[in-house]
């Protein structure tokens, strides 16, 4: 069953904490990219990756951190600096040109 | 930054009927793709059309290009319930590896 797997669906946090969002995908695809959705508004691009060990800040990459240590695995941690952190989170990867998306994991920060 | 802008934000018709929505950038394109996103959902790619073509078709999907204009339509024809959705336009320049999406249309069906 080939696709992306993004967990959980639903996470909950403490102001001030780390907390890690987790993305899988077994396409080999080589790039990953993770978006922002806020309520009502389209996708917004926190970071991506295009080969294994290398990724590059998107348009809203300040509060957030990545690592791309597998080409299968692309985790996304929203720092305690963050400001505004609760929102919906995709993850997608693509082949050539379309990208194919995870289900999201929406983030509540209290 | 945004580069699409679609409209309209959001679109209500009567199930059987067409809906088209639109979809306007500011610079040269690779490519214009459009998507589809059920509340809560991730999105599914429906299309991609290539900048040097006008016109394509998927099913009950056309979607027209016209980089003059800097401008894109999709239309679905002969609407469904489950066509309800929110879609979008994304787009990519050429040498760039990211797609740049718009705000969407959140189309309504009503049975």
């Known amino acids: 069953d080939g696709g992306i797997t993004q967990s959980p669906k639903y996470l909950f946090r403490k102001e001030g904490q780390n907390v890690t969002l987790s993305c899988e995908q077994n396409?080999?695809?080589?790039?990953m990219y993770w978006y922002r959705q806020d309520p009502g508004q389209g996708l917004r691009l926190i970071y991506y990756s295009q080969i294994v060990n290398d990724f590059q800040k998107g348009d809203i990459a300040e509060g957030y951190s990545v690592s791309r240590e597998k080409k299968e695995s692309f985790p996304l941690t929203v720092t305690s600096a963050q400001k505004n952190p609760t929102a919906f989170y995709l993850c997608?990867?693509?082949?050539?040109?379309?990208?194919?998306f995870g289900p999201g994991t929406r983030l509540t920060v209290t | 930054s945004q580069q699409g802008e679609e409209d309209p934000q959001a679109l209500s018709i009567q199930e059987g009927e067409n809906a088209t929505m639109n979809c306007s950038y500011k610079?040269?394109?690779?490519?214009l793709q459009w998507y589809r996103q059920n509340s809560g959902r991730g999105l599914v790619h429906l299309i991609l059309?290539?900048?040097?073509?006008r016109e394509k078709h998927s099913g009950r999907l056309r979607v027209t290009l016209d980089t003059s204009k800097k401008s894109s339509s999709l239309l679905i024809t002969a609407s469904r319930a489950a066509d309800t959705a929110s879609y979008f336009c994304a787009t990519d320049t050429l040498g760039a590896q990211k797609l740049v999406f718009g705000q969407g249309t959140r189309l309504t069906i009503n049975p």
């Open positions: 059309i290539r900048s040097n073509e």
């Open positions: 997608a990867s693509s082949g050539r040109y379309e990208q194919y």
């Open positions: 396409l080999n695809h080589d790039a």
């Open positions: 610079t040269s394109i690779n490519n």
